[in-house]
């Protein structure tokens, strides 16, 4: 499988890459959208009634990938399902619109024929995030009083999987 390229090179909120060119014909997005590793956006039992609700918040404006958005469902999913069963309801609340593109530059010999550097470089899609904003909601758990305090440890092993630091809030 190929290497993740380094978070750094995503991680700031830029213009979202869409070709503009002077030809009509070249104005696209090619590529398509990537494939998503993300299976679930709702976990548990979701048409039940919870006194409590836990809040992941994010604390910086940043893109978050879809790997690792899914890293953080299974990580959180995983100790509440042994905890609990299915009496909680996780909710994902991000989507990863955002595709993230790389223009992968031949080196060595003979590469002067194989790539055409900075002349065509929109690039291919390899990834997609989701772009989050300062305090917006990450993830959200709904769950019974008396089980707040392994609630509140599930978001907090999920936060550890995100890029940005995240606030756990308890309503």
């Known amino acids: 499988m190929a290497k993740l390229r380094k978070f750094a090179a995503y991680?700031?909120?830029e213009r979202p890459?869409?070709?503009?060119?002077?030809?009509?014909k070249k104005n696209y997005v090619r590529g398509g959208f990537p494939h998503m590793k993300v299976i679930k956006f709702d976990?548990?039992?979701a048409n039940k009634e919870y006194d409590s609700v836990v809040l992941l918040n994010s604390t910086r404006t940043t893109n978050i990938r879809h790997n690792a958005i899914e890293s953080a469902r299974m990580t959180s999913n995983r100790l509440l399902e042994k905890s609990f069963g299915k009496e909680y309801h996780l909710r994902i609340k991000i989507y990863p619109f955002h595709v993230l593109r790389e223009n992968?530059?031949?080196s060595g010999a003979g590469?002067?024929?194989l790539s055409t550097g900075m002349k065509k470089s929109f690039g291919k899609s390899i990834s997609s995030a989701a772009r989050?904003?300062?305090?917006?909601t990450l993830m959200e758990l709904r769950i019974n009083k008396a089980n707040v305090k392994?609630?509140?440890?599930?978001?907090?092993?999920a936060a550890?999987?995100?890029p940005c630091t995240c606030k756990v809030v308890v309503q």
Do not use: C, N, W
């Open 11 to 13: 991680h700031a909120i």
């Open 17 to 24: 890459y869409t070709r503009i060119s002077k030809y009509v």
């Open 43 to 45: 976990m548990g039992t």
């Open 104 to 106: 992968p530059l031949a």
């Open 111 to 113: 590469a002067d024929r």
């Open 132 to 136: 989050v904003r300062e305090g917006q």
């Open 150 to 157: 392994v609630g509140k440890e599930a978001l907090t092993r």
């Open 160 to 162: 550890k999987k995100f």
